[in-house]
């Protein structure tokens, strides 16, 4: 069975600073995506990044980028220069086959001025 | 384009009340789930269809069916209702050219007294 774990319940980092967010997921597939979310205090959904696994260059997204590890079975999000509006949960998910979707249970990202 | 919509944003029941939750998608996308959201965790999969008049269960259906007569609606129902299906509902959709990436609704918050 797949699972998607993300051991840091929540986490606190300056305006300005770059903070790491972990995630380690389990499967016996070889082609899946990778995803991190973010959702604020609205509630909505909002894509961050995605990741390909049959790619081996990490994606990167303006301020946010992954360091992806096939064979360790890794997927962290790093955050540079945090903002305010920064300040979410932020889920991993794993997705295989369009009908096998996994989300980690989040972290709590506080971003302080 | 409205992406995914759903409706009603709020809903209080009682117990052994019934209830549909309504998820609509203007993007023409094949695929469509249904989550719930509780605290402490990640989204978990209620129910999904691979296009019009076909549906699957995930991996928490148990108290709730789901219909899809028409490729742009995709319905949840509690024909009996719970204290335990408290929760926030989340409708997402994804297109076969999209790489995996769903598109989410902004939620439904449900209360079951």
């Known amino acids: 069975a797949q699972t998607v774990t993300q051991s840091q319940p929540e986490m606190s980092v300056q305006e300005a600073e770059t903070v790491t967010l972990s995630c380690t997921y389990d499967?016996?597939?070889?082609?899946?995506?990778l995803f991190w979310y973010k959702q604020p205090p609205s509630r909505q959904m909002i894509l961050v990044i995605r990741q390909e696994a049959y790619k081996q260059q990490n994606a990167t997204e303006n301020r946010f980028s992954v360091n992806f590890q096939k064979a360790a079975k890794s997927f962290s999000l790093k955050i540079s220069d945090s903002q305010l509006g920064d300040t979410a949960m932020y889920f991993c998910?794993?997705?295989?086959?369009?009908?096998?979707?996994?989300f980690g249970s989040g972290t709590k990202l506080n971003v302080k001025p | 384009n409205a992406g995914v919509t759903q409706t009603p944003k709020f809903r209080v029941l009682k117990t052994g009340q019934s209830m549909t939750l309504l998820c609509a998608q203007d993007?023409?996308?094949?695929?469509m789930y249904w989550y719930r959201q509780d605290p402490g965790m990640g989204l978990r999969l209620i129910h999904y269809s691979v296009g019009e008049g076909t549906t699957a269960k995930g991996e928490v259906p148990d108290g709730y069916n789901v219909s899809r007569l028409k490729k742009q609606n995709f319905l949840l129902g509690l024909e009996s209702a719970a204290p335990s299906q408290t929760s926030v509902y989340f409708c997402a959709s994804l297109g076969l050219a999209a790489l995996g990436t769903q598109y989410f609704g902004p939620g439904t918050r449900l209360t079951v007294l």
């Open positions: 499967t016996s597939e070889n082609n899946y995506y």
């Open positions: 993007m023409n996308h094949e695929y």
């Open positions: 998910a794993f997705i295989y086959n369009f009908n096998k979707f996994y």
